[in-house]
């Protein structure tokens, strides 16, 4: 039955930009699996890389990226793997056999947060307008993370290109309050 | 089209687009690129408002952030905005201004008659008026305030939008005169992120009013020929109409950009009317400029007496001749620069410098001009009313302290006047930077420096141009290299002006031959009507802090902050104490430079951004099914749900009779959730709780209590061992974040030994609690009913299943005292499971409660809520939960504190129950205060307080909580609440603090 109940996101039906150069669109369930663990510990990262196909970034604020699959820094022991939607479970799955045994901690959290797509030539300056982060090209580019508030909620920013295109993570509470934002904030530029 | 003091030619106006306006209710004509001020004094008006105190007639004194007089109430309706300085009102086609301070009009103001009781008006008049009685100041605070005010603030919504902004950069430049815009060009060439603010329409700042050369081209070209290749640089941004408004901490800047003020509104409906940037820079160049000083000479503030800098830049710049017959009065060279242009422009001129035989090129030009120059004298006073008719002139003695000789009168209609320059040292002070005070120029300026910062130009005390734009280019290269940029292509400074500029000779008070505050007034303060006299009565009454003096005499205060007086004050203060300026010291000098708006400051924050609405996965269907809706924290929780026509009791009492009787359900997502895992995971939480966990089997649930290290209770919730290293932990719905952080900052400074993990998974589950006789009938019929069973799935534990298809942990949890599941489904399952729980409750009459009835539930248990029964001061012990204070296991955060006195003695605070007596359906007031005898009036001895209080449908009768010293003592006692706005005290019976099924029989059902 479980193929029969409604999965419902927090953004469904809700009205967007009307910005053409800055477009958001909702990525509710991409897969997201919280990672703890000890990046000094050559057994840990190793078997990381086995079961992702990437090893655990150690420098703060970037990403490892193989295939499809993302690992976000998040700090000195956490990272966020983003995975695509409905590979959580085969991802938890592949760490939880390759960490066999250490002390590691591997939680799912893909419904927790909703990940709003930002894209366009001014998507860079809406999000100015509410994160206190220097995005600058020189300062931030593809390949980076960081978590910030952008307006008053915690979000989570990776970017993915150049045109710019951002993955703002935030947690499914706030989402309506973002995205609302985020469409104001991007009037200026329709 | 009257402007009869418009100049034929030139200006940096738009000759070719008119603009209409409207001063008090008269139509004007002025140009595209003028300021209000500058189409007024086109315009032949003089007279521009009345001042704060003595009501006087004031005009038009400076041509910038500096002015003190000209301040207008601008537009109106939802829009207007009082005290705008109208050298800074950019003209628009429509604008509406309103002079202030006059009733009923600017030409007639009653309230004049101030002016001729002005000795009744001294420093310190509020203090010395309104001592005594003190319940009289309501009255006199009316009076005052409408007879002084300082213009309406609007009463509408804002209908604007406000922008906010953060930006990085290398190096930001405040200021875009020839020092900034030389730094901004020389960072720039170095491939630095630049940003270049002015607060002027356009960049060149005094260039803009000049008539001198830089580079063999006019001064005003090659500022054209800059702003070229400043816009040409892709990381330069330049930002006109902006004002660098605060300078902060750690390079940390606020700017005011004004979008669209200058074009009366938002032209597309999209656009912002301002922008409050917040902008972290790793240099700062500072190249604000400086502001001229007025000289302080009896009657100085008659309208037409105009800082000379300013009349130089109406001529030049806006094409406005302020007057036809010119005094200038200086101590310095730069006013024979206006004198030139106003001769030029075809004023008649004459120069009273009170330096005695001045020399220089200035001079001599002014001479070869055939200008009139008097030296060695000085104005004694100024004639008119509402406006400057002439002035009378003496010779200055040796001394610079009296005056000599005969006096002459000399017919004029504006009087331009220049006591030297004050280096813009705002922002360098907000930076914490250390002022000298520089005898040549009789000024402060920079010294220490302790931000990444460095002035140049004027504002760094250098007044000549060649200067200006040398430092300029030395700022902008070092700021560029200080920011980590290599500097190969240095720009060279360009030529200009480089003849000496004479020094200033200070006469901070202008004799006028008789004793002071005779015969009229010299203006210190023109804002504030502050004068000479009103200095030296501070100084007799024994003011000697600068600091003091400001607030006694309000010198320097107002929306204009002193900047043409500070200086000029605290000079005759030092004077009278007989040390010199910089011993007297200056006031601090605070942000923002100029006022800035709430609007700005607020942004976009307003209405439904003010704060963000947290909302479950069900919030939806709350919606839909007319939930009243309840604040905690951030989170929108449903609090009741209505029927139709149902008072909030009525509904509140009907979804708590469900839950004993039939079945309910409630939204539970919001509480926090932590998974806790690692081999050390029941280690950890057996020290952060104070109850016992290393044996509590997989599967099973035990609640918790935690405390601080002052042993007061902090949290609680109920924690679930998931598997032998993993537990899943909740916590209340408003210390989800508060205790995640607590957890991480013991296992990262004190307990890096243990090996556990924390992560919050709040907002994976959504969680639907079902609670009731009939719960398992509704749960049982979405998944095994089996697996339900009081043995299968006994109270406080957990068990994961499919419900309604879908994979779920469930629960066997209650906070209601009844038979309770709740199950937990990721959140994108949330809606469905909860309509799935709604259409297979209806045949047993299921019901949808919300906070309020889980409230008055709970209570009927006596289950405490943190924050509620609980404030911070509150052990387990004084809750009557001594049974969760483990006593044998070791050590928990919190325990240490139980041996303190204060946390031991036998008195404190203990949980109780109330009943009222008289009437069993008054329900008591959260935070009424309980005292054993009743008196006439407060004070009374209070021996606790109620924390909760309902009406209980259950019980049929109202019940509280209380807190009431060595409350467990007095079961069946008597105590009185009293009511606040009186009325007969409460009495209540003090009673054990659970009221339904004592023993607990129906949870565990």
New interface residues.
Partial sequence: ??????????LDGRAGSRADSAVIVEH??LGKI?L?GDPGDTAFVDAVAEAIGAAPPIVANTVATAGKNSILWLGP?EWLLVTPEGNQGQAEGALRTALEGQ???I???????TTIRLHGANAR?VL???????L?P??FGPGQCAQSIL???DVLIHQLDDAPTYDIHV????S???W??LA??A??F? | MTQKFRLAEGGRINRDRPVRFRFDGITYHGYEGDTLASALLANGVRLVGRSFKYHRPRGILSAGAEEPNALVQLREGARTEPNMRAPQVALFDGLTAESQNRWPSLEFDVWSVNSLFSRFFPSGFYYKTFMWPASFWMTYEKFIRNATGLGKGPVGKDPDRY??????CDVLVAGGGPAGLMAALAAGRAGA?VILADEQSEMGGSLLSDTSEIDGSQSADWVAGIMDELRSMEDVTILPRTTVSGYYDYNFLTLLERVTDHLGEDPDG???RQRFW?V?AKQVVLATGAIERPLSFLNNDRPGVMLAGAVRTYVNRYAALPGRKAVIFTNNDSAYDTALDLQRAGAAVTVIDVRKAPRGARIDAARAAGIDIEDGRVITRANGGKRVTGVIIRDLDESGKSVTGGSRSIGCDLVAMSGGWNPTVHLFSQSRGKLRFDELLAAFVPDKSFADERSAGACNGSMRLSDCLAEGLRAGLAAARDAGFNVRKAPTAPKADEAEVGATMPVWLVPSGKRLGRGGKHFVDFQNDVTAADLHLAHREGYVSVEHLKRYTTTGMGTDQGKTSNVNALAIMAELQGVSIPEAGTTTFRPPYTPTGFGAIAG??VG??M???????MHDWHVEHGAMFEDVGQ?KRPWYYPRDGERMEDAVNREVLAARSAVTMLDASTLGKI?I???DAAEFLNRIYTNAWLKLPVGSCRYGIMLHEDGMVFDDGVTTRLAKNRFLMTTTTGGAANVLTWLEEWLQTEWPEL?V?C???????ATVSVSGPYARHVVGSLTDYDKLGPRDLPFMTMAEM?V????ARVYRISFTGELAFEVNV????????WQ?IWEAGRKYGITPYGTEAMHVLRAEKGFIIVGQETDGTVTPMDLGMDWIVAKKKGDFIGRRSFARADTARPDRKQLVGLFTEDDPHHVLVEGQQLVEEVKRAPPMKMVGHVTSAYFSPNLGRSIALAVVKSGRERMGETLYAPRLGGGRPVKVTVTDPVFFDKEGVRARG
């Fill in positions: 039955m479980a193929d029969t109940a409604t999965e419902t996101s927090p509710p369930h919280d703890r022991d002390h590691v901690s939680v799912d959290t893909t419904d927790a947060r300056n100015m307008k509410g994160c206190p982060l220097d600058h020189r300062a307006a008053k909620a947690l499914c509470s706030f309506r309050y973002l609302d934002w104001d904030a009037k200026e329709s | 922008e906010q902004r953060h930006q990085w992120r999209k656009t912002p917040q972290r976009r924050n439904a951004f704060d963000p609405a947290r909302l479950t996965a989170w998974d895992q690692g081999p090996q993990y992560t919050s998974v709040s907002e994976q589950w499919k309604a298809g879908i994979p990721p959140r994108r399952y949330g809606l469905a499971l799935a």
